[in-house]
Nanobody, 115 residues
């Protein structure tokens, strides 16, 4: 059974930091590209950052310079380090792992940036 389990979300003040984790099981994670997406209330889900199975990264313009995506293939886990958080970063953050034939999502973790 494939599982992607996000953790690390919560309430943080503007300017603060959070580190999200996405622990995977049931897939050979090293072969998968991975990414983080987010969805704010009333908005469509949007890409935050992706990391290929070879480690190439890509970021949305809105998070460049503030967020860092990484992966630990030995732990089958992807990470999203979020610094200098802004209220507009408030959303449910979802982890994704995909290959040419499969596409898996986690259940999401809430990130709220508020004073």
């Amino acid at each position: 059974q494939v599982q992607l389990v996000e953790s690390g979300g919560g309430l943080v003040q503007p300017g603060g930091s959070l580190r999200l984790s996405c622990a995977t099981s049931g897939i050979w994670f090293v072969l998968y590209d991975s990414g983080w997406y987010r969805q704010a209330p009333g908005e469509q889900r949007e890409l935050v950052a992706t990391i290929s199975n070879s480690g190439r990264t890509n970021y949305a313009d809105s998070v460049k310079g503030r967020f860092t995506i990484s992966r630990d293939n030995a732990k089958r886990t992807a990470y999203l380090q979020m610094n200098s958080l802004k209220p507009e970063d408030t959303a449910v953050y979802y982890c994704n792992a995909h290959s040419y034939t499969n596409d898996f999502w986690g259940q999401g973790t809430q990130v709220t940036v508020s004073a």
